[in-house]
């Protein structure tokens, strides 16, 4: 079992930033890939920007340009710099990751954290 405890979030005026972090609650063993996501209206959760298993990056549409994602593997955390923000980009925000070999093989989420842009 991996908990995941995200903070960072807050309201912020158009074209302003913010960090998010989240830490995980042991050291990860096996194989993984990180990433972040925002929750749809609908409850669906779309893909903001991911880290591979290769530590390759990608971004949705949305984020590309504005929102970096990157580790520090000996704090056990994972960070989304998100610059340029716009209104829409208000959502709940939610850390994942997925342990792909090891006795924690499988998907962990964070409880997410509330982004609110507005002037």
């Known amino acids: 079992q991996v908990q995941l405890v995200e903070s960072g979030g807050g309201l912020v005026q158009p074209g302003g930033s913010l960090k998010l972090s989240c830490v995980a609650s042991?050291?990860?063993?096996?194989?993984?890939?990180m990433g972040w996501y925002r929750q749809d209206p609908d409850g669906d959760r779309e893909v903001a920007a991911l880290?591979?298993?290769?530590?390759?990056?990608h971004y949705s549409d949305f984020a590309k340009g504005r929102f970096t994602i990157s580790e520090d593997s000996a704090k056990n955390t994972v960070y989304l710099q998100m610059n340029d923000l716009k209104p829409a980009d208000t959502a709940v925000y939610h850390c994942?990751?997925?342990?792909?070999?090891?006795?924690?093989?499988?998907?962990?989420w964070g409880q997410g954290t509330q982004v609110t842009v507005s002037s």
């Open positions: 880290l591979m298993t290769d530590r390759s990056t």
């Open positions: 042991t050291t990860i063993d096996g194989l993984y890939a």
């Open positions: 994942n990751i997925n342990v792909y070999s090891g006795d924690q093989a499988g998907a962990y």
